[in-house]
């Protein structure tokens, strides 16, 4: 059953997109460039769909469990971090240059030509390296808070200071 | 061309009603960089039948519209690089960021979360600063 809906869900995005002409990487690209033939078809896409969720949220909202019965998505992560923005920037930087999103790449995928398998194939090479970028990322953050401070501090500030940064840590 | 934002407001709707669907009845948020990450990374390895059967819609279902067009012209790229280079930038940077337009865009905004807005305004930003480099300065893309 939920792998049905799944389903569903996916095809009705995937149509969508189709149907928005999101499938074009002109028209994304277009939406993108200010400086060049600019396209607002995307502000529309995005409008009608934000536009049916925020009825949806009011619904979910009221739900402790989904209507197969699992638990619904709750405790978002509300930290604006360094991870969000980079990572923004980065993923739009990749969008801009070629015009394809996760979805539409995969929607678009049995008539894009080599070219969207391709992209999909590094896109998963992205994916898989991500972990590892975020690990690397957080040990600039450790050496970076650990060194230089604790010279002068006494020992018991030392130790205190520790177990908050590693309090923080977790 | 001026009826385009007409379909582009149908397509919207119709991402709406799957992240809807994906919302209500399976208790989880659509966001296709998150869906396909989690297979990737086997961070999702508990959900891993609906995940695929997410995917499976998505790929499938399009092709089956096709017809009704007379062409679906993707204009995609032939440029080996830009492709690999965009690629890597949107799998990496969509998991560092933890979403991308469906996910933090149609998903995120609609609930007023920070998170997705500031998201969305720098994808939106990185975008444009791409256009704007790779286009506009270097000719390459």
Known sequence: MRNFFAFLSGGLFGAGLLVAGMVDTKKVQGWLDVFGDWDPTLAFVLTGAVGVMFFVWMVAQRREKSMLGSPMPGAFPRLVDRNLVLGSL?????????????????????FNGWQGWLFIIAMGVGMAIAPRVKDWLSALDRTKLEVPPCENIPEEERALAGNTSRAVAR | MHQDWIWGLVGGLMIGAGAGVYLLVNGRIMGASGII?????????????????????????????????????????SSIWVI??????????????????????VCGISRFSLRGIVATAFYLLGGGLSLVIFRHLLGVI
Do not use: Q
Request: proline residues 6%; contains cysteine.
């Open chain 1, 90 to 110: 980065l993923f739009g930087a990749g969008w801009g240059m070629a015009g394809l999103c996760p979805g539409p790449a995969m929607g678009s995928l049995s």
């Open chain 2, 37 to 77: 990450g989690g297979l990737i990374d086997g961070s999702g390895r508990d959900t891993v039948s609906e995940r695929v059967a997410f995917l499976g819609g998505l790929i499938a279902v399009p092709p089956l519209l096709v017809p009704l067009y007379k062409v679906v012209d993707t204009h995609v790229t």
């Open chain 2, 84 to 105: 690999v280079a965009a690629g890597v930038l949107v799998g990496l940077g969509t998991r560092l960021a933890n979403g991308c337009t469906s996910g933090h865009g």
